[in-house]
C-alpha cells in the first residue's frame, strides 16, 4: 500500500471523480479485493453492465431492484457499490449510518442527467393532483421530490397497486414510461428523458440480423425505444432478460441491452449463442460509458484509502428514503 496524503488525495477525488495512485504492476487486484472485503466487514455490490472482472470478484450481481434489496439488508460496515452514482446514492439513503463508496463519482448515468431538481421541482409543482412515480435512475433530489421510486422489475406492478383514477407523472424515462402506458393502460405524464445506451439499438440491422438468425430470440430492455421493443420476443428487467435466457428453449439470443450482461449469460448457458443487438453506428455504443468508468484499478484504491466516499446532508437522506421505502414495501407484497 503507498502512503499517500489523505488531504491531497481528497482534492484529487474531488477533481477527477476517483483517486488516481500508482499500483504495483505486480499487485493480484482480485485477491488484494478479497482481502479488503473480509479485513474491512465489507461487502461489494455490481450491475450487470459492469466489467466482467469487477463482476467476478463481486459478492452480489444484480439489477437495480435486486442491488437496492440487497443494500437494504447488508450487515456489513462498508458498501462498495460497482455501478453508477444513482445506485451507490440509494444505498445510502438505505443505510446512512455505513460507509459507502463507488470507485468512480463521475459513473453517472443520462437518465438521471435529463432530470435537474429546480426543473422537476416545477413540473412537480405544475401538477399537483400527480402521484409522481420516478425511475430509480434519478438523483436523491429527484427521489426526494417523488412519491414512489420504482425500477425496471417492479414499476408495472407498483402503478397497478395504485387506484385507476390516480393521476401520474411517470419520470424521468420516456421510453420506459412509453412501455408502461401500453402495458396498464394507464394515461400517465411522462419526463422527456432518454437512457444513450438503449437509444442506440438500429431496428434495420436487429430486422437483419433476426432474418440471419431465424431461430434467436430477441430480448430487450425497456428502456429501449417503442420500435425496437415492437421487434421484441421478450422485454425485461436486466435480471428478467438473464433468467428468460436461462429458462428459454431457444439456442440463440439477440440480446437489447447493455453488453456487461452477456457475461452472465454466458456464464449460466455456456452452450447457447449471445449476440449483442447491433447500434445505429459502427461504434461500441451498446457499452454504458459511465458503468465502464469504474475499473479494478479503481475499485481497489478506493477499497483500500475508502474514498470516493457518498456523502449527503441528513434532510436529503430522510426525504428520499421514504419513497424508496414504499417501493420496497410494495415489491415485497408482490414479491419480487
Ligand atoms: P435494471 O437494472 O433495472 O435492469 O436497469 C438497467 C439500467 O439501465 C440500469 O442503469
Ligand atoms: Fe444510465 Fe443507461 Fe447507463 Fe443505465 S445504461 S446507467 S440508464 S446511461
Redesign the pocket.
Known sequence: MAVINMEEAKTQVDRKGFLDVALDPALDLFAEIQRLKKVKNAVLLA???QDADIQDVADFI????G?AQEAARTKADIIVFA??HF?AETAKILNPDKKVLLPDLKAG?S?ADSAPTERFRTFREEHPDHLVISY??CTAEVKALSDIIC???NAEKIIESLPPEQKIIFAPDKNLGAYLKKRTGRDMLLWNGA?I??EIFSVKKIAELKTRHSQAKFIA?P?CEEPVLRMADFIG???ALLKYTQTSTAKEFIVG??SGILHQMIRSSPDKIFIPAPPENNCACND?PY?KLNTLEKLYSCMEYEIPEIRMPAELLEKARKPIDRMLEISRRYGL
Open positions: 450491475h450487470y453492465y444484480g439489477d437495480s431492484l442491488l455501478g453508477v445506485m448515468c437518465l430509480i435512475n425500477t425496471s422489475s437512457c445506451v438503449h430492455h428502456e428487467s436486466t435480471t441491452t447493455e454504458c458503468m
